[in-house]
């Protein structure tokens, strides 16, 4: 197959889809052309939507908009208005599983609807069933405080604090605080992973919403300022890289709703019913057509004692071996090392590998990333983990990317010779695959997946490939004091 229009396939396609990959190539032309560190610049042409699969990123270089706390313009899709639409058209139901709710327009219009006499439910992780007051103190109890969950209150007090008192009112709570609000009275129903009568599963790490059994919404975002917009405290973030999937299908919402009705179970105030993590029974990948794509869809976690082959990882690593051109991933953690052997396997039958890792992980001792590289990072303890296999033909085409200080890449996909997408809640991970509710996506669908490929393209623009210097010398620094 010959390449054309900087290396984006266009031969023997239909002319539509010649069409949305001579867009993705021009944005390829255009790519430092968007908003950075608060500077704005051209915007690149919209790629056509799926009417039944539709993609929004709140890094998109074809849209801007201006977000509503800071009050900052900037290019991406708002993905906070995006779920506000999505509540506001529910005409009968809107049922919810997010690890975080934090944003106060999500609060309002699930608040309004409740009032309105729709059935809402709502499921997040127990770690954020907390209004500000509670949160604050908790920490004025804590005697070593988390310098990460500090900066979370600090930015939630920003964020609820309109007056800039440095307190937060009972009015400035009812407007700003998500969970203080979902609480009035009449409260929206609303339960957390602790309804199982535990402590708390491994983490409700669930991202999304069902809109009347029929409309699914779902992705890598949570549904806070700093998965969306933004730090509150930090001007120059723009939220971590995150997206989110509008799907049409009530075949596919049955399948959502059987996952939310387990955790579910009585809900509120009710016997303590609810299945979360492995008590849960195991299921198999369900696939369902939406318009002429198969949309396969999977859920953690999954036994350790049951076969590998059949959990999330699994179908990963069973889709990541259909590669015959080029792999592009852009993953918030990546420690699975199934899946960098399933890599392997298809960069040795001749595929390309593209991979970026967020900051925070990408170079740790049990990062996969270090795998494609070829190289080996012992732990503290000398330790090195079971079945680790660097490349023996490693790749330069692994890196991090250049995002503002604070943003995390947050997303979980990967393009699979431009047309398969691997998407959803799911890190690539052993604790998403045995431990965390997560979802998973995969379909193929050129279309989409053209989406996918412009933001990986922008993501890896900038990026900083292969091995850092100051990596390299704690490697061998690391090898020496291990007698390796």
């Given at each position: 197959?010959?390449?054309?229009?900087?290396?984006?396939?266009?031969?023997?396609?239909?002319?539509?889809?010649?069409?949305?990959?001579?867009?993705?190539?021009?944005?390829?032309?255009?790519?430092?052309?968007?908003?950075?560190?608060?500077?704005?610049?051209?915007?690149?042409?919209?790629?056509?939507?799926?009417?039944?699969?539709?993609?929004?990123?709140?890094?998109?270089?074809?849209?801007?908009?201006?977000?509503?706390?800071?009050?900052?313009?900037?290019?991406?899709?708002?993905?906070?208005?995006?779920?506000?639409?999505?509540?506001?058209?529910?005409?009968?139901?809107?049922?919810?599983?997010?690890?975080?709710?934090?944003?106060?327009?999500?609060?309002?219009?699930?608040?309004?609807?409740?009032?309105?006499?729709?059935?809402?439910?709502?499921?997040?992780?127990?770690?954020?069933?907390?209004?500000?007051?509670?949160?604050?103190?908790?920490?004025?109890?804590?005697?070593?405080?988390?310098?990460?969950?500090?900066?979370?209150?600090?930015?939630?007090?920003?964020?609820?604090?309109?007056?800039q008192d440095g307190e937060a009112s009972t009015q400035e709570l009812l407007e700003?605080?998500?969970?203080?609000?979902?609480?009035q009275d009449p409260p929206v129903p609303l339960i957390d992973d602790r309804a199982?009568?535990?402590?708390?599963?491994?983490?409700?790490?669930?991202?999304?919403?069902?809109?009347?059994?029929?409309?699914?919404?779902?992705?890598?975002?949570?549904?806070?300022?700093?998965?969306?917009?933004?730090?509150?405290?930090?001007?120059?973030?723009?939220?971590?890289?995150?997206?989110?999937?509008?799907l049409d299908s009530p075949a596919l919402a049955q399948i959502f709703r059987e996952?939310?009705?387990?955790?579910?179970?009585?809900?509120?105030?009710?016997?303590?019913?609810?299945?979360?993590?492995?008590?849960?029974?195991?299921?198999?990948?369900?696939?369902?057509?939406?318009?002429?794509?198969?949309?396969?869809?999977?859920?953690?976690?999954?036994?350790?004692?049951?076969?590998?082959?059949?959990?999330?990882?699994?179908?990963?690593?069973?889709?990541?071996?259909?590669?015959?051109?080029?792999?592009?991933?852009?993953?918030?953690?990546?420690?699975?090392?199934?899946?960098?052997?399933?890599?392997?396997?298809?960069?040795?039958?001749?595929?390309?590998?593209?991979?970026?890792?967020?900051?925070?992980?990408?170079?740790?001792?049990?990062?996969?990333?270090?795998?494609?590289?070829?190289?080996?990072?012992?732990?503290?303890?000398?330790?090195?983990?079971?079945?680790?296999?660097?490349?023996?033909?490693?790749?330069?085409?692994?890196?991090?990317?250049?995002?503002?200080?604070?943003?995390?890449?947050?997303?979980?996909?990967?393009?699979?010779?431009?047309?398969?997408?691997?998407?959803?809640?799911?890190?690539?991970?052993?604790?998403?695959?045995?431990?965390?509710?997560?979802?998973?996506?995969?379909?193929?669908?050129?279309?989409?997946?053209?989406?996918?490929?412009?933001?990986?393209?922008?993501?890896?623009?900038?990026?900083?490939?292969?091995?850092?210097?100051?990596?390299?010398?704690?490697?061998?620094?690391?090898?020496?004091?291990?007698?390796?």
């Amino acid at each position: 197959m010959e390449n054309d229009n900087d290396g984006i396939r266009t031969q023997g396609l239909n002319p539509a889809m010649g069409k949305v990959l001579g867009l993705l190539a021009l944005s390829l032309g255009l790519a430092s052309c968007h908003f950075f560190g608060g500077e704005k610049s051209q915007l690149l042409p919209p790629l056509p939507q799926d009417p039944l699969i539709q993609v929004y990123f709140n890094h998109s270089q074809a849209s801007e908009y201006q977000e509503p706390y800071r009050r900052i313009s900037r290019s991406g899709d708002d993905l906070e208005a995006l779920v506000v639409d999505a509540i506001e058209s529910a005409q009968s139901s809107i049922a919810v599983a997010v690890q975080e709710i934090r944003l106060p327009r999500v609060a309002q219009a699930l608040i309004a609807q409740h009032r309105a006499g729709l059935e809402v439910q709502i499921i997040i992780e127990d770690t954020y069933n907390q209004s500000l007051p509670e949160l604050m103190g908790a920490q004025d109890a804590s005697s070593e405080e988390d310098d990460r969950e500090a900066n979370k209150v600090k930015d939630l007090l920003a964020l609820v604090d309109r007056n800039q008192d440095g307190e937060a009112s009972t009015q400035e709570l009812l407007e700003r605080d998500a969970i203080y609000m979902l609480r009035q009275d009449p409260p929206v129903p609303l339960i957390d992973d602790r309804a199982d009568g535990s402590k708390g599963s491994g983490l409700m790490h669930h991202k999304f919403l069902i809109i009347d059994d029929r409309i699914v919404i779902t992705g890598s975002a949570n549904l806070t300022p700093s998965g969306v917009h933004g730090d509150i405290l930090a001007p120059e973030t723009r939220g971590n890289a995150n997206h989110l999937l509008q799907l049409d299908s009530p075949a596919l919402a049955q399948i959502f709703r059987e996952e939310f009705d387990l955790m579910w179970g009585d809900g509120p105030g009710a016997k303590p019913d609810s299945r979360f993590g492995l008590q849960k029974p195991q299921r198999s990948p369900q696939s369902v057509p939406l318009g002429e794509t198969i949309v396969t869809v999977n859920f953690s976690p999954h036994s350790p004692k049951a076969p590998w082959e059949e959990s999330t990882n699994g179908l990963i690593a069973q889709t990541l071996a259909t590669t015959t051109q080029e792999a592009n991933l852009a993953l918030f953690v990546f420690s699975e090392q199934g899946l960098a052997d399933a890599l392997q396997d298809a960069a040795q039958q001749g595929a390309k590998v593209q991979l970026l890792i967020d900051p925070s992980f990408a170079f740790r001792d049990y990062s996969e990333g270090l795998d494609l590289l070829g190289v080996t990072l012992p732990g503290r303890n000398c330790k090195v983990e079971a079945n680790n296999a660097p490349w023996a033909s490693p790749v330069t085409t692994v890196g991090i990317p250049n995002l503002p200080i604070g943003d995390k890449l947050h997303h979980k996909f990967a393009v699979l010779d431009q047309q398969t997408v691997i998407t959803g809640s799911h890190n690539w991970s052993a604790s998403a695959n045995h431990k965390n509710d997560e979802t998973l996506l995969v379909f193929t669908n050129a279309i989409v997946a053209a989406h996918f490929q412009r933001e990986f393209n922008r993501l890896y623009e900038t990026a900083s490939l292969g091995l850092p210097t100051t990596l390299q010398e704690t490697i061998a620094e690391r090898q020496k004091q291990c007698g390796i």
